[in-house]
């Protein structure tokens, strides 16, 4: 397998553009590939277990988890899958590091040192493929004069500091300083944020679907800013996230679960109302069918390992012009550690 932890020569670095440019490549793998995988794919071992941890507030970008199992992506790998859910990345990272989970989705990006939980070093988990694209958004309520990016400056919002991180580029763009000109809040569960919104405890809030699309229906708020937007419309929200340990002692287990769940998004892309309701049916999701299918419309899912790579290099070297990142930081050595391909593409 061709080693990707250094980029082509003369391309030190991947803008954008470049991202979106391959978009077309990988698609037609899609289009002609899945099917081959399940015949040629190298599994991990006879009834190998796995264990892979999901956010249970029921996440719409968590779904390539469920559709893996009900295809049997899981089992063509040789792999006894057991799922687990967990109240967030602090909580899965942890089981991750006691050795009682082997997975998760999660951002490539967030396994950065400003965002890593404590006890947690870069390289302790990494990211072998990107799944999906677009599933965070700023809302506001419904009637506020806040209409832009730049309308934000001296407002409070509501984010976790992974989110503050992720939006900073639209800050940006909009001449703010993400660091300066924002009164950031910390982040509020999902269930709480309209009611925040119309106590005007908070301007605006991060929300991610379902709940931002059910907010928009029920009338109460609206999407201010979102992953599926330029700048950020090419950046991944979900990556497969496995132990660094996993990689380094059994990496063929790490690439048959990275395999199982990019063939999980892949079919989740071409069929987007029936995954909208499996979500559903396996009781993952509480919002309603509609609701789920307006959320899966704004999400992308695309599972790459190239272009998710690429793409988790643009966000590194976006987050050191911010000044989330030291400026001594090398963004490539940096990839190299938190970003580790395990399997070809699709």
């Known amino acids: 397998m061709a080693n990707h932890s250094e980029a082509p020569s003369g391309r030190g670095a991947f803008t954008r553009r470049d991202v979106l440019r391959d978009t077309g490549r990988v698609g037609l793998g899609f289009a002609i590939g899945i099917g081959a995988v399940a015949r040629t794919a190298a599994v991990a071992g006879p009834a190998s277990k796995v264990t892979i941890a999901y956010i249970k507030a029921g996440y719409t970008c968590d779904g390539a ?4 199992q009900q295809q049997g ?5 040789g792999l006894d899958l057991a799922t687990i859910a967990l109240s967030g990345p602090p909580a899965i990272a942890a089981e991750i590091m006691k050795g009682t989970v082997d997975a998760t989705h999660d951002p490539a990006w967030a396994l950065v040192a400003p965002l890593l939980p404590q006890g947690v070093q870069v390289g302790d988990l990494v990211a072998t493929a990107g799944l999906q694209r677009g599933s965070s958004c700023i809302c506001v309520v419904t009637d506020s004069s806040i209409r832009g990016a730049a309308n934000l400056r001296g407002q409070k919002v509501a984010a976790g500091l ?22 950031w809040q910390p982040g509020l569960p999902p269930n709480d944020v309209a009611s925040a919104l ?18 928009e229906a029920s009338g109460v708020g609206r999407m201010l800013l979102m ?18 340990k996993l990689v380094r002692e059994d990496r063929a287990k790490a690439g048959a679960i990275t395999r199982a769940l ?37 999400l992308d899912f695309f599972p790459s390992v190239e272009i998710a790579r690429r793409n988790t290099l643009d966000v590194l070297q976006r987050f050191k012009r911010l000044g989330f990142l030291d400026a001594a930081v090398d963004e490539n050595t ?12 699709l």
């Open 65 to 68: 988890l469920f559709i893996a």
């Open 73 to 77: 992506y899981f089992r063509d790998e």
């Open 162 to 183: 992974r989110w503050r991180f992720m939006f900073g580029q639209a800050l940006s763009a909009a001449g703010l300083d993400p660091k300066k000109d924002i009164d």
């Open 198 to 215: 119309q106590a005007k405890k908070v301007a605006a809030a991060q929300l991610h679907q379902p709940y931002a699309a059910a907010i």
């Open 227 to 244: 992953q599926n937007m330029a700048p950020l419309q090419g950046d991944y929200c979900c990556s497969v996230i496995v132990p660094g």
């Open 262 to 298: 990019m063939r999980g998004a892949a079919w989740m892309r071409a069929h987007p109302v029936e995954s909208a309701q499996l979500e559903i049916d396996v009781k993952h999701v509480t919002a309603s069918a509609a609701d789920n299918q307006r959320a899966m419309a704004e």
């Open 334 to 345: 940096l990839l190299a550690r938190l970003y580790v391909p395990v399997t070809n593409e």
